[in-house]
């Protein structure tokens, strides 16, 4: 690419971004606490190296938590209650006077708290009558850079705040701010390194503790974009930091610019202003934020240093893309990579479309409820202390996103008709790849157990995107032919019995063996 490309992504959204398909009063979530059901912790991560300290006796650190985030106390304890409850973002919650008993005063505000970052935000209904959801809009422009570039240029001039991934201040750090690492008029550099079991609150608190505060404190707004005198944000690194910084500055009302440094963080994080962290037991990304960037700064460039595995685990999130628009771009010989503005293109026509994913944007899930199963599978499995590999041998969101469109593809066959030759195309589109590996390499990343079914089945039902609880079906995005979403009626998933679904893990698993 010789010159710069740019895409700019309008988005208009409610707030809160889903509405109540029920109500639900907040009796039932500190039921669900004074039955026990609130256990669980902050994520193996705890408060986090190099900022916060752990506190112990578990308490002390949620309200270390809480303060460093600005949450009222026990908006933690009410955010495992939700979970317990077995709420979805289409329950609302209700703590108005009618609700049956009425909550308690010194609990509303933090019930307030956790309604808007449970789920990415549900609707709320206080003492107050129930308000109109807010219209709200905006845009943003993503610029794809020429490999000519110069690195000074992809750092915005005007920001207070850099965080960095470790790994890539290590090896780029000395381009991006020649001679002006210790320079205290440049903005505040903040090195830090994430794996997926510090996706945590408590590393969004360590972001904001090392912050540099804005001209007067910024209260915490529901608004996916930034607030008035707000200060100016820079996120340099890969998915994780992208998801766990880009919460951190929807918290503060930041201005944030990405610039992301991975092949999947370029193809998906960085777009669409989803933002978010894990919440042990309850899952992966369960709380988090709608929050849409200033601006996307991507140069393919960093890519020359991305390990292997990791460039693979990006490819992954292409093949996705493909699967759904496979007339945007494709497939190999030819380079994700060097086609990294039309895999962009793909995503953003989509959140353009639907960015509170109240529609289609539940197609991009495609191949990721099996996903997040599998890494949730492997974190517990590290706070377990189960975990007998070294900490890099953990399963990578690509990589289970990789197993994820496979598992979807055998199902898709089974209950959307998609063809044999269909099937094998996505398979060998995984294989070419590099994003194939055989069932020993995925238990091994997985936690070195056997994977067991039931477990994963548990944690399917319970993901984040699921419209209805329950144990005895959930839902999956399926295809009815390469670029075809299936749909029934106007519903982009499909109700997957749990027969249906073991029957597709056991081929899934003959295939892998």
């Known amino acids: 690419m010789s010159k710069s490309q740019t895409i700019k992504i309008n988005w208009e959204m409610t707030d809160p971004p889903v509405p109540a398909r029920r109500w639900r009063d907040l009796a039932a979530l500190e039921g669900a606490c004074q039955a026990g059901d609130c256990a669980g912790g902050l994520g193996a991560g705890g408060l986090g190296a190099g900022g916060l300290g752990a506190v112990p006796g578990g308490a002390p650190a949620e309200a270390t938590i809480e303060t460093t985030l600005g949450f009222p106390a026990g908006t933690i304890r009410t955010l495992h ?30 019930a307030k708290a956790a309604a808007r970052i ?16 807010a219209q709200l809009h905006g845009s943003y422009q993503v610029t794809i850079y020429p490999d000519s570039v110069d690195l000074t240029d992809l750092l915005p001039h005007d920001v207070d705040y850099v965080i960095i991934d470790g790994n890539v201040a290590r090896s780029w750090g000395g381009k991006l ?13 903040f ?15 360590n972001i904001l503790e090392h912050a540099p505060s804005p001209t007067h ?20 690194g890969g998915g994780i930091l992208t998801d766990v910084a880009a919460f951190a500055a929807g918290i503060k009302g930041a201005e944030i610019t990405f610039v992301p440094t991975t092949l999947l963080a370029m193809a ?18 369960q709380l988090g934020l709608f929050y ?43 380079s994700y990579v060097d086609q990294i503005a039309d895999v962009i293109h793909v995503k953003a026509n989509v959140v353009k479309e639907d960015p509170a994913e109240t529609g289609r944007r539940a197609t991009l899930n495609f191949g990721h409820t099996l996903a997040h199963a599998l890494e949730a599978e492997a974190l517990a499995a590290q706070e377990r202390g189960e975990f007998d590999q070294a900490p890099d041998e953990q399963i990578l969101h690509g990589e289970a996103v990789a197993v994820g469109l496979a598992f979807a593809v055998i199902l898709s066959q089974m209950k959307c008709r998609l063809s044999e030759n269909d099937k094998q195309w996505v398979f060998s589109l995984l294989r070419d790849g590099g994003c194939w590996f055989d069932l020993k390499t995925l238990t091994r990343r997985c936690g070195g157990a056997s994977l067991q ?37 106007a519903a982009w998933t499909v109700r997957v019995s749990e027969p249906e679904a073991a029957a597709a893990w056991t081929a899934l698993m003959s295939l892998l063996r």
């Not at 709320?124 to 959801?133: K, L, S």
């Not at 090195?191 to 608190?205: D, G, I, R, Y």
């Not at 984040?464 to 299936?486: C, N, P």
Request: aromatic fraction near 8%; glycine fraction near 10%.
């Open 191 to 205: 090195e830090m390194q994430l794996s997926e079991n510090e996706k945590t609150l408590a590393s969004v608190a």
């Open 177 to 189: 701010w020649p001679g002006q690492h210790r320079n205290p008029s440049g903005p505040k550099i």
């Open 268 to 285: 998906d994080a960085c777009i669409g202003g989803k933002t978010g962290v894990n919440f042990s037991p309850w899952g992966k990304n």
């Open 292 to 334: 849409f960037p200033r601006e996307v700064r991507v140069w393919p460039g960093w890519l020359q240093t991305l390990p292997p595995r990791h460039l693979a685990a990006g490819v992954a999130e292409c093949i996705k893309h493909s699967l759904l628009d496979p007339g945007a771009f494709k497939p190999p010989p030819r």
């Open 453 to 489: 079914w039931d477990s994963l089945w548990r944690r399917m039902c319970g993901d984040k995107k699921q419209s209805v609880k329950g144990d005895d079906a959930t839902e999956f995005v399926l295809l009815s032919k390469i670029g075809e979403v299936h749909q029934e009626g």
């Open 81 to 110: 209650g939700a979970f317990a409850a077995g709420l979805t973002r289409f329950d609302g919650w209700d703590a108005s006077g009618s609700a049956t008993p009425p909550i308690a005063a010194s609990k509303f505000a933090a």
């Open 118 to 133: 449970y789920k990415r935000g549900v609707p709320w209904r206080g003492d107050q009558p129930e308000p109109r959801p």
């Open 217 to 236: 404190r910024v209260p915490p707004s529901p608004s996916p974009s930034p607030s008035p005198a707000s200060t100016r944000w820079c996120v340099i």
